[in-house]
C-alpha cells in the first residue's frame, strides 16, 4: 500500500471510530446527563478531539452526526422543556430547530479544528493548542446555541436560560471537553508520530 492509501485508511478509520463513539454517546444514557431542567451533553468531545486530530472537514462531519443525534434525541425522548425546542415536531419552528440542531454542531467541528492549527502556528505547545480549540470551540458552541435559542424563540424566559446553561451546562461541558481532549487528543497525536 502506498503511503498516501495507508493514510486515508488511517484517516476513514479514526472517523469512522468517532461517529460510532458518537453514536453509542447518542443512543445511550452515556452521552447525555440529564438533570432536570438542563441537558449536559459530552457528545461535543469526540467531534472536538476529531477536528483536532483530522482537520475542519472531518470536524464538520462529525458536527453533523452530532447535530443529526441530537435532532433525533429532540423527537424521541427530549429532556426538558428547551429541548422541546430542539424538535421540528414540537418547536413550531421545524426550520428554525433544525438549523439549530445542525449549524452550530457542524461548526464546532470547523471552529475546534480552526483554533487548533492557528495556535499551532503560533508557537504553542501541544497541550495548549489542544486545550486552547477545546475551550474556544466548546464556548462557542454553547454561544450559537444560545444565540439561536434567542433568535429563534425569544419567548421563552432567557435570563433563566441563560443563567441555567452558561452556569451549569457550560461549565460542565467546558471542563470536561478541555481535559478531555487533551487527555485523548495528545497520546494519539504522539502515537500515530511514532508510527509514521
Known sequence: MT?????????????????ALLAVLGFTPLGF????????TLMHIPVI???????PLDGAILGGVFGCISLFKAITTPGGPVDLLFS????????????MCLVPRILLGVIAALVYKAAQRAGMRPE??????????????????????????Q?????EVFLTIIGVN???????AII??????RPVQIFLKARR
Request: contains cysteine; hydrophobic residues 60%; proline residues 6%.
Open 180 to 185: 478531555l481532549s487533551v487527555f485523548v487528543c
Open 128 to 153: 495548549l493548542c489542544i486545550g486552547a480549540a477545546a475551550a474556544i470551540a466548546a464556548v462557542s458552541h454553547t454561544v450559537m446555541v444560545l444565540g439561536c435559542l434567542w433568535l429563534f424563540f
Open 155 to 159: 419567548a421563552i424566559p432567557l435570563k
Open 170 to 176: 457550560g461549565l460542565c461541558e467546558l471542563a470536561a
Open 3 to 19: 503511503t498516501a492509501t495507508t493514510r486515508r485508511t488511517t484517516r476513514l478509520t479514526q472517523l469512522s471510530l468517532l461517529v
Open 88 to 99: 421540528p415536531a414540537a418547536s413550531g419552528a421545524p426550520v428554525s430547530s433544525l438549523i
Open 49 to 55: 478531539i476529531g477536528a483536532i486530530l483530522l482537520g
Open 33 to 40: 446527563i440529564m438533570i432536570p431542567p438542563v441537558s449536559i
